[in-house]
Structures are given as C-alpha cells and as structure tokens.
C-alpha cells in the first residue's frame, strides 16, 4: 500500500565506493528495491559517484575502503548526511561468503565494521546476516529483493514464443559452467547473454530468448540465494527453477529448489509447462515478497520513517 505524503522519504542510491565494473554488477538489486520504493510513495534518484545533503537518505551497497568511510564520517560530522547500507554479502569466517576465490572479500568484510558504525541503518539480502551486523549498528533488518507492480509494469515482456528452453544471466563461474556442460552433453542448450554484465537494456532483450531461468550455486558450497536474478527474471516474465541452498528463504516460497540429481530433469518439465510455471510463481511473488512485507517492515525495523523527517 502507497503510503502518504508525510511517510514519503527521499532515498539516493550511490555507487560511488564502487568502480565502474563493480555497479554493473547492483543494476538488478537496485532496480528491484526502487520499485518497491516507487509502489510506497517515495522519491528516488541515483547517481554513480555523488552523495546527496539531507534530507535525502543515500543508500550505498556495501564494499568499501577506508578512504571512502573516511568521508563518510566527515559528511556526517560537517553536515549530518544520512546513510544506509544494503549489504548482500554472507558473513563468513574472517571474509564474505567463506570463499578463497574472490580474494578482495576478506578487505571488504574488514572495512564493513567501520562503514556500518556510520551509516544509519543496514539492510541485509542475505537472511540471518542482520544478526552479524548489528554488532556495529543498531538498526539493522534482514531485507529480500522483493515484487513490486512498479518493477513490473517497466520489466514484463510481451515476448511468448522464446527460441530456447533455458538460460542463466550474471557471473559464471566454473561450476556453473560444469552444470551448463550437464546440460550440453543431455543435449540441451542453456543461453547466455555474451556479456556477464552489460547493460540492462542488452540483459532483457536476451532474457527474453528463453522460457526458464536456471538458478546454479557460484560454487559448490554457496549458501546465498540469487535474489535479483529471480526477482528480474519474475518481472521480465520468466519462471525460476534453482538448485537446493541450504539456507532459509523467503524465496523458497515462490520458486521450487531441487536436489543437483533432479536438477536438469524437473527443469525440463518446467519449460514444458513454463507459463503455466511463471503465471504460479509470480503468484506467489506478489504475495510472500510484496512491497509491505519487504520494504515496509525494513523501514520499520530500522525506524527509518520515524528517525528522518522528510
């Protein structure tokens, strides 16, 4: 529900603390959370590297440097800028997400301390993250990448006659490509655009060539559910069938996951019956991660509304 115009808050996204590859990589999760945004009354702006004066509240995704708290702190000392943190990382032992394999994640996760103690509030995408993070501040709330008819009146396509029967969008790592090869030797194949992450103008126009998106763990003991990819693949109009995570999720309400031996089989049944598959998910969708049960009890876990006039 639309809230009114005292509730209306003005939230800035800047992606300032990352380089210009690493924003390609929050285009989705960005997306999706301005929808909600949009769907409860609030004003929303981004820029890549400006920070923006009260009121407005800038939400920064986390991966940051010293140098970069460092001028937080001063913006909020000198002129009481406000800040919020969407953090979509797993905090691990010493690094994020327990992995060797993406070696800047241990500096991140030493440097989040410091930026969080800053900011105003932190949301986590990863559930049972917020628990780690309030350590260093106090409004903390697990958050999920969520429906919003906002979203979806910009995302769903129109396009129901896709070329092919499945397709992954995002990083491929190498045991993505070896399930991708599953695929291949039983003789089917799994569309990629050609580009990781491009634009998202290129990403749904190529989302649309297929009818089912294949959700594979980055590694072998991944225990992050991909969020934004089921969530833009919902809105762009497709269904999702992901492997098992051994992780609580609201998602595992709105799309099936399925053992790695099943994997391959049950996705062809879903793309044998794949509207039939979306029309049920996005269903679901809208009524387990909707706006109110999303966003609305972010903000007032973190007493975001009640902290910040507008």
Known sequence: ?????????????????????????????????????????????????????????????????????????????????????????????????????????????????????????????????????????????????????????????????????FGHFGGVTGRRAEVIEEFRRRGLYVHMPPEQYGSLERRDAELDLWRVTLGMRNFENWLIVSGARYAMSLLRGRPVISEEIPILSRWRRVVPFVPDHQFIDRAVKMANRWRAAYEDQMARFRRVLGPDMVLGKALAETQVLERFAA
């Open 1 to 165: 529900m639309a809230r009114g115009a005292a509730d209306a808050r003005h939230f800035h996204w800047c992606l300032g603390n990352h380089d210009e590859k690493g924003r390609t990589t929050y285009h989705d999760p960005v997306a999706i959370v301005t929808g909600q945004m949009i769907d409860q009354g609030h004003r929303v702006t981004a820029d890549d590297t400006i920070l923006v004066r009260p009121p407005a509240i800038n939400l920064l995704f986390e991966g940051f440097t010293p140098g970069y708290v460092d001028l937080m702190r001063k913006l909020k000392a000198d002129e009481q800028y406000r800040f919020g943190i969407i953090l979509g990382e797993r905090p691990g032992r010493g690094r994020f997400n327990d992995t060797n394999k993406v070696p800047w994640m241990k500096d991140r996760y030493e440097a989040f301390p410091d930026a969080a103690e800053v900011s105003d509030f932190v949301w986590c995408l990863v559930p049972g993250a917020a628990a780690w993070a309030r350590q260093w501040c106090r409004y903390t709330a697990d958050f999920e990448t969520g429906w919003s008819a906002a979203a979806e009146r910009r995302w769903r396509s129109m396009r129901w006659n896709p070329p092919y029967l």
